[in-house]
């Protein structure tokens, strides 16, 4: 039996930066430059204005291992491409009956949801907002506000990530900035 010392951590409530925590990881559109749904735009920014900074993540530093239970921040600064708020990748858990929560802690944004079997499903969330993730559920957030949005996470910890699926396919919807609020809509390349 390993017996793991206990700890705690601290959470900054305004900007997301937990301590102690793993390196942090960094998300720029060049990761991310197939995602959004108006490629041309994308590269159009890369090309024009930079690699732009779309999302940070602060991880605990803990065993990816069954029994454990992961947690992070992330923080997704304001902005849009196309008209599509600035988003994390989004992913399924590699093993896809582990679900997750989250909790927003500053800023307004939204959690996109899809299912393998054609589901989909979203939730505005905003400091204070739990949402809960079910097994089975890809899971995309997304920044609709024009501060950063900044959401804590906690997984299993034997629960992997699967990006590859939705870097092959999309989320089936889109969430767009319309006038001063966000709508979701179909994405026409889905499964195209
Ligand atoms: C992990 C959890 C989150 C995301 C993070 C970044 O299971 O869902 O901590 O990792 O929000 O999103 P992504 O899609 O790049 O991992
Ligand atoms: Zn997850």
Redesign the pocket.
């Known amino acids: 039996m390993n017996v793991m010392t206990p700890f705690q951590a601290t959470v900054n409530l305004q900007n997301g930066v937990i301590q102690p925590a793993a390196p942090i990881i960094e998300r720029r559109l060049s990761h991310m430059r197939r995602m959004y749904a108006n490629t041309a735009e994308a590269e159009r920014i890369l090309t024009e204005e930079g690699d732009r900074l779309i999302y940070e993540v602060y991880p605990a530093d803990l065993p990816e291992e069954e029994g454990h239970v992961l947690y992070c921040t992330t923080i997704i600064h304001p902005g849009t491409i196309g008209g599509e708020f600035h988003m994390t990748k989004g ?3 590699s093993k896809r009956d ?1 679900g ?1 929560v989250y909790m927003g802690l500053a800023g307004t944004g939204g959690l996109l949801l899809q299912t393998e079997d054609g589901q989909t499903h979203y939730e505005p969330m905003v400091a204070g907002t739990v949402a809960y ?1 079910p097994p089975y559920w890809a ?1 995309r957030t997304m920044n609709t506000g024009t501060e950063p949005f900044i959401f804590f ?1 906690a ?1 299993p910890g034997d ?1 992997g ?1 699967d990006y590859g699926t939705i870097e092959e396919l999309g989320f089936a919807k889109l969430v767009m900035q319309h006038e001063n609020h966000a709508i979701v809509t179909d994405n026409p390349k889905y499964g195209a």
Do not use: D, K, S
């Open positions: 992913h399924y858990h582990r997750e993730v899971h996470a997984w629960a990530h």
